[in-house]
């Protein structure tokens, strides 16, 4: 085993702790970036000037009105910019526009001694604008060509022979929607300027050093006269990777001009009307199978939703392609990318980052198919699992194959699936108004930023004087315990207890150059880079120790707060007692810690290679109840095993794999952004911009019955103490209540009916479903010529294909 993978006989890491900061969450006192603006004295308040256009053309931008208002200070504008007037990293983003690009985009900004005569004085601000033409919808973005960035191509082996040579082709199309991160806390951002002109900025950020990087060059400054720092966040999922930026930009900006602190805080209203969601995506595809059952080949379009500028519109979709296989071997594969520019949000990054779109594409082309193919869905995953020897569409090696087959057996049996597989169907034959179903869903999931160069962490440890220890590390904190993982590695290594180490806030000026806290990958980088510091101060301290105990440096050993040799009758001395010595001996008691993640190489123009350190393998089985009258449902039960490798914290582990698979089935089944898509002056207007109108998980979704277990004896090598990453893997795990859902609604009709489950799988959309199982009953046949699952060559008989929406109508019109 590596030194990075390998444990001490009693680490503190894999000890079920709580979390850092549980108690002052609890008790409210844990600190977050709008809790300073108390603690700062003269702040400014800014608030934006909206306009309420999907698309149009600035013509005149009168500000003057706004100094009318008592309290306005300044207004901000694109002629105060001294450096770039853009907040992205591709350069297509103005912080300032003059085109107005989505419905509620920022034209303006105001400052003033308090947000109410900020908002009052953005309100009075006169803007003319000359409308234009908007696209809304993926679908009209692709009738238009209005796409943006590059068009990814994956392909391996020879799809056209696959197809032709399979003795099953089915063909269709499914488009899915985006979600809102719905953070607890909305993007915020407090910023000064000291005396000698440093810009402090503390940011609601997961990306401290891209805010640093776009504070500086929209200031006209260098990333050194500017620190950023991130106390702790309220929630991130992906949503403050890229956005917070421009909001840091704008409190920068307005505390260089003025002299003063700004703090700017969206109200929730503003943070879902002008911050990006997770993508939504179309997808058209054809798939092959043979006698029985195992894909032969598969040939797909994706389109993703990407708003009106880049973002990370390319990597999401790139990691979208590269899990549209998720946990299945494929021989012949060809699959297309392409990123439609709407008039909305710019999309960005979400928990999975494309990694849940692509594997969405799969998994629903496989629950529509196997009743088509006579072949129970659990069972037709099964066959088509990765075996040893496999390897992805883009060449990477899937190690650990048996690990799903092993998590598989374990789901079945802890879920006693067959039996309650059995009493469902006696259920359903029972129960003409209610049905229930029970799905088992696999994840396989690759851990790494799809950019190389972002594979890199660092860390900053102190041991002080009296023995206490201070860490600092690139990552940050929100909520998901990263902080905690790091205080059990540095105690682990360093070998004291854990009150012992003490975590300063994530600060630019500490740990630079830092990678976001994102792609699963914060305690796989931070950890290594915290290990790594930690053993360099070690590795002295054992040569101050070696001398006092008489023994080789290489035989000394740190447990619990003691040094002692590997005898078993060997002196000890007292943690303290030999970093007090070290000190005198003049032995350095800092040292900065780096890691890079090796093995990783990746030609993203031919996609090709292999970007992934591992995969994270998960299953989950769940079961569903439907309301046959509403198309209302419940979660009644979700067993899942997660393969975590060697976990850093239990508690916490368990903690992500619960709230990862909610937030999955919110997103799958709840979460239901709508745009205003009629002409007129809402066009465009996001409809689902508050908690009462945006419905999110809450107790009455959870399941009645919720089981968890880790994966054990899963040591993943080469990775810190023998852990996997477990931020994102699980949100897929939810893909188990869709598919549920799907059977609870084809059992309203005869059996093998393969039907549409519209995503996200809504009680309205749950009940065009069954209406459509319905349908088939009516008509004595299973109904194959419903979009989505249909046959490339339909038999001459088959039914002819039903648009939708037009099935929608005659539906309606029947009831």
Avoid at 269 to 282: I, N, P, V
Wanted: one cysteine or more; aromatic letters at 8%.
């Amino acid at each position: 085993m590596s030194a990075l993978s390998e444990r001490p006989a009693e680490p503190v890491v894999g000890r079920a702790v709580p979390h850092e900061s549980a108690a002052l969450h609890v008790t409210g006192q844990a600190l977050y970036t709008d809790d300073l603006v108390g603690r700062t004295k003269d702040v400014l308040h800014a608030w934006p000037r909206q306009v309420m256009h999907a698309h149009a053309r600035v013509t005149a931008l009168r500000t003057e009105p706004a100094y009318a208002v008592p309290g306005v200070v300044r207004v901000l504008t694109a002629a105060d910019v001294p450096g770039v007037n853009d907040a992205g990293v591709k350069h297509d983003e103005p912080l300032f526009p003059d085109e107005v690009m989505f419905y509620g985009h920022a034209v303006c900004w105001v400052l003033g001694e308090t947000l109410e005569a900020a908002r009052l004085g953005a309100e009075a601000i006169e803007v003319e604008v000359e409308p234009l033409p908007a696209l809304v919808t993926v679908r009209e973005a692709i009738a238009a060509g209005s796409f943006q960035g590059g068009q990814p191509h994956l392909e391996r082996g020879d799809v056209e022979a696959g197809l032709a040579g399979a003795a099953h082709v089915f063909s269709g199309e499914l488009e899915f929607a985006g979600q809102e991160h719905f953070y607890l806390e909305t993007h915020c951002s407090l910023a000064h300027v000291d005396e000698n002109g440093q810009v402090f900025v503390q940011s609601s950020t997961q990306h401290p050093s891209e805010t640093q990087e776009i504070v500086a060059h929209v200031l006209g400054l260098t990333n050194s006269e500017v620190t950023v720092q991130c106390l702790r966040m309220g929630g991130g999922f992906g949503g403050k990777e890229m956005q917070p930026h421009g909001f840091a930009a704008i409190a920068a900006l307005g505390a260089t001009l003025t002299g003063r602190p700004v703090r700017l805080r969206l109200n929730r209203s503003q943070d879902m009307t002008m911050s990006g969601k997770r993508h939504g995506f179309h997808a058209r595809w054809r798939v092959g199978f043979d006698e029985s059952g195992c894909l032969q080949a598969l040939d797909a379009t994706l389109t993703s939703d990407g708003g009106w500028s880049l973002d990370l519109s390319e990597p999401v979709l790139a990691r979208a392609l590269c899990h549209v296989d998720n946990a299945y071997w494929i021989p012949n594969v060809r699959v297309n990318g392409r990123i439609a520019k709407t008039n909305k949000t710019s999309q960005t990054a979400f928990r999975g980052f494309g990694g849940p779109q692509g594997m969405l594409v799969i998994e629903d082309i496989l629950g529509r198919c196997a009743p088509l193919l006579g072949v129970d869905a659990a069972e037709l995953r099964r066959r088509n699992f990765y075996t040893a020897g496999g390897t992805t569409p883009y060449g990477q090696p899937v190690r650990h194959p048996e690990r799903l087959a092993t998590i598989w057996q374990k789901v079945l049996d802890a879920s006693d699936f067959a039996a309650r597989t059995s009493e469902i169907e006696a259920y359903n034959a029972t129960h003409p108004h209610t049905k229930r179903g029970l799905a088992v869903t696999p994840v396989k999931f690759g851990i790494s930023f799809n950019l190389t160069a972002f594979n890199q962490g660092g860390a900053l440890v102190h041991v002080y004087k009296d023995g206490s220890v201070l860490i600092n590390h690139g990552g940050t904190e929100m909520g998901q315990g990263l902080h905690t993982k790091m205080l059990q590695v540095a105690a682990t290594t360093l070998g004291v207890p854990l009150h012992r180490v003490r975590l300063a806030p994530t600060r630019t000026d500490k740990v630079p150059n830092t990678s976001a806290t994102a792609a699963s990958s914060g305690a796989d980088l931070n950890g290594a880079a915290v290990k790594n510091a930690c053993e360099q101060i070690r590795g002295r301290l054992a040569q101050v120790a070696a001398e006092r105990l008489g023994i080789s440096p290489a035989d000394v050993r740190f447990a619990d707060g003691a040094v002692h040799g590997i005898a078993f009758a060997s002196d000890r001395l007292a943690w303290e007692e030999v970093v007090k010595a070290a000190y005198f001996q003049r032995v350095q008691l800092w040292a900065a810690g780096f890691y890079r993640t090796e093995g990783l190489h990746w030609d993203s123009s031919r996609m090709r290679g292999e970007p992934f350190k591992y995969f994270a393998y998960g299953a989950a089985a769940a079961e569903v109840e439907v309301d046959g009258f509403t198309g209302a449902y419940r979660t009644r039960r979700v067993d899942i095993v997660h393969d975590v490798g060697d976990s850093l914290s239990p508690l916490v582990d368990l903690g992500q794999i619960e709230g990862g698979f909610v937030q999955g089935a919110g997103w799958l089944t709840l979460e239901d952004l709508r745009w205003e898509e009629r002409e007129g002056p809402h066009h465009g207007r996001l409809a689902t911009q508050a908690a009462s109108t945006y419905k999110l998980p809450s107790f009455s979704e959870m399941p009645e019955v919720f089981n968890v277990t880790l994966l054990p004896n899963a040591t993943e090598e080469g990775a810190v103490y023998g852990s996997k990453a477990v931020g994102e893997p699980p949100l897929m795990l939810a893909f188990s209540v869709r598919e549920a859902i799907r059977q609870a609604a084809a059992a309203f009709g005869p059996p093998g009916l393969s039907v549409d489950l519209a995503s996200p799988a809504t009680p309205e959309a749950v009940y065009w479903a069954i209406e459509q199982a319905r349908r088939s009953t009516e008509h004595g046949h299973v109904d194959e010529g419903a979009p989505g699952v249909l046959p490339d060559q339909p038999a001459a008989d088959a039914p002819p294909m039903v648009p939708f929406s037009e099935r929608v109508q005659r539906m309606m019109t029947r009831t």
